[in-house]
């Protein structure tokens, strides 16, 4: 089931205030991360994947964190991370903070500061605007953003000052100048999305 996306820039960025300050009550703070919401546009969303987006997001988190540890680059996280972006609380499927940013683990709940790169993977319940929220926070924070659809076997590839780049099936997914070197072929991905067939 594919999720009909708006472009991004049809979704101001919100809550734009320095990053590095939390300005979600305790409560929620502590709420949101024990029970795997987001804080968005101020509302608490459930961060469920379904198993075709939840595999497909372990495999591209498998294949990221192999290339970053052998090229010593940085830090890669899974689904239970937790960023905090704008006074929001993001846990993308996947994150990449480089080892200039981030030499040693946080050890805090919400990471303080933007990762370099968020994997989002669609599952077929994501709200469009919500995601697309997310993705212009992301890159108003200097975030790259690869948004993942299972649904119709498409890639989006955010850069902060550059147009989207989608790529579809029989092409490649690239680190570009962030993870250089690093390809995955988008067959790779979504071999098995639809069950084998």
Do not use: C
């Not at 979600?24 to 029970?35: I, Q």
């Not at 495999?59 to 996280?77: A, E, Y």
């Not at 902060?160 to 570009?176: K, Q, S």
């Amino acid at each position: 089931m594919a999720i009909q996306m708006t472009p991004p820039e049809s979704v101001p960025v919100v809550n734009v205030e320095p990053a590095k300050r939390d300005t979600a009550p305790l409560a929620v703070r502590d709420t949101a991360r024990e029970s795997g919401t987001e804080l968005v546009l101020g509302k608490m969303i459930g961060v469920v994947s379904n198993d075709i987006s939840a595999e497909i997001g372990m495999l591209i988190g498998s294949v990221v964190t192999i290339f970053v540890r052998q090229h010593k680059l940085g830090r890669v996280r899974g689904a239970n991370a937790g960023y905090v972006i704008y006074g929001e609380r993001y846990m993308p499927d996947i994150s990449f903070v480089s080892k200039q940013r981030m030499p040693r683990p946080a050890n805090s709940d919400w990471v303080p500061l933007a990762p370099d790169l968020a994997v989002e993977v669609l599952s077929p319940g994501d709200d469009s605007r919500d995601v697309r929220v997310k993705i212009a926070n992301y890159l108003s924070a200097g975030s790259a953003v690869w948004l993942i659809d299972p649904g119709v076997k498409e890639v989006e590839v955010y850069m902060p000052g550059a147009p989207v780049r989608r790529l579809t099936m029989g092409e490649t997914l690239d680190g570009g100048a962030l993870l250089p070197g690093f390809s995955l072929p988008l067959k790779l991905i979504f071999e098995d999305a639809d069950g084998g067939e």
